[in-house]
């Protein structure tokens, strides 16, 4: 079974950046998607940004674009999550997730991704 296991995250203040990652307990494989995920008090988890396979595509949720940027190191082992300029309404538990048998038109949702880090608080402060 596949661990990821996510670090980085902190309190910030608006406008300051960080950078998360999330390490999996092996390689991944050539069919190997990965994406963070947020989850704030009272909502749903929702969808940040994803790397699609070893093909390099990303993808990025509105809110986000412009501002974060998700990457991978060569051994694609991690996975990182920069992210600028942020805002309040940034906080959250941001969670990785990795699948190899979701399709691209599902590249968005919770249930495409069979594995799940414990997530890393972020705090945005006004």
């Known amino acids: 079974q596949v661990q990821l296991v996510e670090s980085g995250g902190g309190l910030v203040q608006a406008g300051g950046s960080l950078k998360i990652s999330c390490t999996a307990s092996?390689?991944?494989?050539?069919?190997?998607?990965m994406a963070w995920f947020r989850q704030a008090p009272g909502k749903e988890r929702e969808f940040v940004a994803a790397?699609?396979?070893?093909?390099?595509?990303?993808y990025y949720a509105d809110s986000v674009k412009g501002r974060f940027t998700i990457s991978k190191n060569n051994a694609k082992t991690t996975v990182y999550l920069q992210m600028n300029n942020l805002k309040p309404e940034d906080t959250a538990v941001y969670y990785c997730?990795?699948?190899?048998?979701?399709?691209?038109?599902?590249?968005?949702?919770?249930?495409?991704?069979?594995?799940w880090g414990q997530g890393t608080q972020v705090t945005v402060s006004s």
């Open positions: 997730a990795a699948g190899s048998t979701l399709i691209l038109s599902s590249i968005r949702r919770v249930a495409a991704y069979s594995y």
């Open positions: 790397s699609w396979r070893n093909t390099g595509n990303t």
């Open positions: 092996e390689r991944t494989s050539s069919s190997t998607s």
